[in-house]
Structure formats: structure tokens, C-alpha cells
């Protein structure tokens, strides 16, 4: 079973920059796809970015490609998104995901493990 903790979410202005991390507890990750999602109230949950862990990829959304980016550490076992010039937009709770084995999907049903997500707030 992997465990996935976000942290790093917060309240920035428009313009400011965040990075997101998640890590796992219980397994490490190995023989997996990890990836983003952000959820907005009223919206379905919105595919962001992922990328396998032996560094296959990594895919971004159309939407955010020019301002976010996906990225991990394998020897710290942790799982990044960057993400630069935020807008009120990207206002929303952003959720860390993982899969088995080494194929990249934008879907949500395609993701098993997930984190407790973290709250982004951008002011304008």
C-alpha cells in the first residue's frame, strides 16, 4: 500500500510561486506513476501533470504547461510541482497520485493511491 502526504500548499498573491512535495509513508515509491490533480469546488477533479518514477515523461496539462512543472527525487522519495505565476484560477485543493507500474495517464480512475490533498489560495 502506498501512503501519499501533500505539503507546501498555502495562501500566496497572484504572480507568487508555491512547490507542492508529497512523499509516501508505509512502501516507497518504485513501480509507479505519480501525477497532480487539482480539484475546484463545483468542478471535476483536473488533471495536472505526472511523470513515472524512473523519469518517464513527464506530461503537463495544456492549461498549466508554461508555469508548472512536475518533477521528483528518488533519493528522497518525494514528488514535486512547481508552480510559478500563480493566478486566483489556480485556487483549489491540489491532490499528490500514484499508480502501479510505469505509464503515464491523465485519468483520475487510472490513479489507486492518493494523498489528503492541500489547499492553494491565490489573491488577486
Known amino acids: 500500500q502506498v501512503q501519499l502526504v501533500e505539503s507546501g500548499g498555502g495562501l500566496v498573491q497572484a504572480g507568487e510561486s508555491l512547490k507542492l512535495s508529497c512523499t509516501t509513508s508505509?512502501?516507497?515509491?518504485?513501480?509507479?506513476?505519480a501525477g497532480w490533480f487539482r480539484q475546484v469546488p463545483g468542478k471535476e477533479r483536473e488533471f495536472l501533470a505526472a511523470?513515472?518514477?524512473?523519469?518517464?515523461?513527464?506530461a503537463h496539462a495544456n492549461s498549466v504547461r508554461d508555469r508548472f512543472a512536475i518533477s521528483r527525487d528518488v533519493a528522497k522519495n518525494t514528488l514535486y510541482l512547481q508552480m510559478n505565476n500563480l493566478k486566483p484560477d489556480d485556487t483549489g485543493v491540489y491532490y499528490c497520485?500514484?499508480?502501479?507500474?510505469?505509464?503515464?495517464?491523465?485519468?483520475?480512475?487510472?490513479?489507486?493511491?492518493w494523498g489528503q490533498g492541500t489547499q492553494v489560495t491565490v489573491s488577486s
Open positions: 511523470i513515472t518514477w524512473i523519469g518517464g515523461g513527464p
Open positions: 508505509g512502501r516507497t515509491f518504485s513501480d509507479h506513476t
Open positions: 497520485a500514484a499508480r502501479d507500474g510505469q505509464v503515464l495517464s491523465i485519468s483520475q480512475r487510472n490513479y489507486y493511491y
